[in-house]
């Protein structure tokens, strides 16, 4: 198993559709993250989850709705979306405090809205 | 505030040339950790290095390279003789003492290497 899994790999929807994004880690790690990455824009932190508790959510629409049930598994359940949300979805993890680790990534989750 | 400002969008360079990659940053604390990832087409972000402030000390691992220059605020890293296997795009990025391991990243710059 490689460190940080993301399904699914790709993921086209409505905007009138429900989905989930999943990413699950395997390094014992206590803090996950969700990052956007759009064209042509550097990558944008969403959501951080430190010992299964949010604790920071930087200013997302609430149509993007996080999950962390255990320290292995993160979701970002999607509702409504608009095109403008279609971009790469990645996934990290890291061991907090130790402030000075590195974040590990998943392969990312290519969202297009239509 | 913190940034990170990649300046190179894109760079093309022939094999076997060494190119440069410009990486400055911004921060008010005087306890930070900066890194350097790897994007392949596969879409994963792949860890390079990491530094820390404390640690100006310039390293280097097999081809690659990275010089740390607190008084510019810089963290440049360098290819030596590129191959094409290095093409992808490569990402600064900066977490700072109290942040709790959240990065701030660069624009990226989009590496290039034709054979």
């Known amino acids: 198993e490689t460190g940080v899994t993301q399904t699914p790999r790709h993921l086209v929807m409505g905007m009138t559709n429900k989905k989930s994004l999943k990413c699950e880690q395997h390094?014992?790690?206590?803090?996950m993250y969700w990052y956007k990455q759009s064209a042509k824009k550097p990558l944008e932190l969403m959501f951080v989850y430190s010992l299964e508790e949010r604790v920071e959510n930087n200013s997302v629409p609430s149509r993007f709705s996080p999950e962390c049930p255990n320290s292995s598994h993160l979701f970002l359940h999607l509702h409504t979306l608009q095109p403008e949300d279609s971009a790469l979805y990645l996934c990290?993890?890291?061991?907090?405090?130790?402030?000075?680790?590195?974040?590990?990534f998943g392969q990312g989750t290519r969202l297009t809205v239509v | 505030a913190q940034k990170v400002t990649q300046a190179q969008t894109e760079i093309s360079v022939v094999e076997k040339e060494d190119v440069t990659l410009d990486c400055v940053y911004e921060?008010?604390?005087?306890?930070?950790?900066l890194f350097w990832y790897k994007q392949p087409p596969s879409g994963e972000l792949v860890f390079l290095i990491r530094r820390n402030s404390f640690d100006e000390q310039n390293e280097i691992s097999g081809r690659y390279s990275w010089n740390f220059q607190k008084s510019t605020s810089s963290f440049n890293f360098t290819i030596t003789a590129s191959q094409v296997v290095d093409s992808a795009v490569y990402f600064c990025?900066?977490?700072?003492?109290?942040?709790?391991?959240?990065?701030?990243f660069g624009q990226g710059t989009e590496l290039s290497v034709k054979p």
């Open positions: 990290a993890s890291s061991q907090v405090p130790a402030r000075s680790t590195e974040a590990f």
């Open positions: 921060t008010r604390d005087t306890t930070y950790y």
């Open positions: 390094l014992g790690h206590n803090a």
């Open positions: 990025a900066l977490s700072e003492y109290n942040q709790g391991g959240k990065l701030i």
